[in-house]
Nanobody, 123 residues
Framework: QGQLAESGGGSVQTGESLTLTCQITGSVRSSECMAWFRQVPGQAREGLGGIYIIGDQIYYSNAAKGRFTISQDNVKNRMYLQMINPQPEDTAIYYC????????????????WGQGTQVTVSS
């Protein structure tokens, strides 16, 4: 059994740096990819980007490219999401997820999800 847990969310002002952490445990470590998503109430869950656990290949959605930086620490079994110059429109619940579908930022079945962490960006 494995799981993911997000941390680091909170309230920040526009432009303040913020880095989220995803801690992975157990069988999740054997997943091919893990990725970050976010969701605003009433909207679809949006894939931001992810990373191959073995190889460190990083990928981003077109909308997220240049606005976020993803990295991992294989020793600590963590994935990070750095928010670059966050704006109020970045307010959302941020999730990390693992499983092969996340290699394509899919939200389909077969994905293990964390519980999410709230990020609120104020002007």
């Amino acid at each position: 059994q494995g799981q993911l847990a997000e941390s680091g969310g909170g309230s920040v002002q526009t432009g303040e740096s913020l880095t989220l952490t995803c801690q992975i445990t157990g069988s999740v470590r054997s997943s091919e990819c893990m990725a970050w998503f976010r969701q605003v109430p009433g909207q679809a869950r949006e894939g931001l980007g992810g990373i191959y656990i073995i190889g460190d290949q990083i990928y981003y959605s077109n909308a997220a490219k240049g606005r976020f930086t993803i990295s991992q620490d294989n020793v600590k079994n963590r994935m990070y999401l750095q928010m670059i110059n966050p704006q109020p429109e970045d307010t959302a619940i941020y999730y990390c997820a693992a499983g092969r579908p996340t290699c394509s930022l899919s939200t389909g079945s077969g994905i293990i999800w964390g519980q999410g962490t709230q990020v609120t960006v104020s002007s």
